[in-house]
């Protein structure tokens, strides 16, 4: 069975750079997304790649101009370029697919996700 597997995450001061990698072999082609959590507050959509033709991207307004999704359909995985990192990006990171929005609450799903990586950003 395909699996979504994250990596690349761990602890990084404020104002620096990671980057993600998800291995999506199976789901390449679905909409792909990055989502997050942080302890006590709900799962944040950060990234989406919709599967359309362009490869339309979308970002949640805390990351728009910081973070930036990609995918490299001949490695079949799944990136986040962050950049500019802050305290409050410290959460756990999960990759995601087939992703679609919620027509109630305007939010994006996922059927399939990793087990999510934790990144840190000290102050």
């Known amino acids: 069975q395909a699996q979504l597997v994250e990596s690349g995450g761990g602890s990084v001061q404020a104002g620096g750079s990671l980057r993600l990698s998800c291995a999506a072999s199976?789901?390449?082609?679905?909409?792909l997304g990055w989502f997050r959590q942080a302890p006590g507050k709900e799962r944040e959509e950060v990234a989406i790649i919709e599967n359309d033709n362009d490869g339309s991207t979308r970002y949640g307004d805390s990351v728009k101009g910081r973070f930036a999704i990609s995918k490299d359909i001949a490695k079949n995985t799944l990136y986040l370029q962050m950049y500019v990192l802050k305290p409050e990006d410290t959460a756990i990171y999960y990759c995601?697919?087939?992703?679609?929005?919620?027509?109630?609450?305007?939010?994006?799903?996922?059927?399939?996700w990793g087990q999510g990586t934790q990144v840190t950003v000290s102050s």
């Open positions: 995601a697919a087939d992703c679609w929005r919620n027509r109630v609450t305007g939010r994006y799903e996922a059927n399939y």
């Open positions: 199976g789901y390449i082609y679905m909409c």
